[in-house]
């Protein structure tokens, strides 16, 4: 376990159960705003990887899956 993790599993100790409603509530929106910036980061990436991504031995590559 990372020190962070630790941490934050320590300060969770300290905090009265009424709050880790609240808690639980911030890490879900932590992880929504990170999945809805992935998107926009790999189709800002799509043109650039195009190229690669269109040759013959890409599609031999893949063909199995």
């Excluded at 020190?3 to 932590?30: A, C, H, M, N, Q």
């Excluded at 910036?37 to 890409?58: F, G, I, N, Q, Y």
Aim: proline share 8%.
């Amino acid at each position: 376990m990372t020190r962070v993790k630790e941490e934050i599993i320590s300060e969770l100790d300290d905090l009265p159960p009424r709050t880790y409603g609240e808690v639980l509530d911030f890490i879900r929106f932590v992880k929504s705003r990170r999945c809805k910036a992935a998107p926009d980061t790999a189709l800002a990436s799509e043109p650039a990887l195009r190229k690669d991504w269109l040759r013959p031995e890409e599609e031999e590559a893949w063909r199995d899956l």
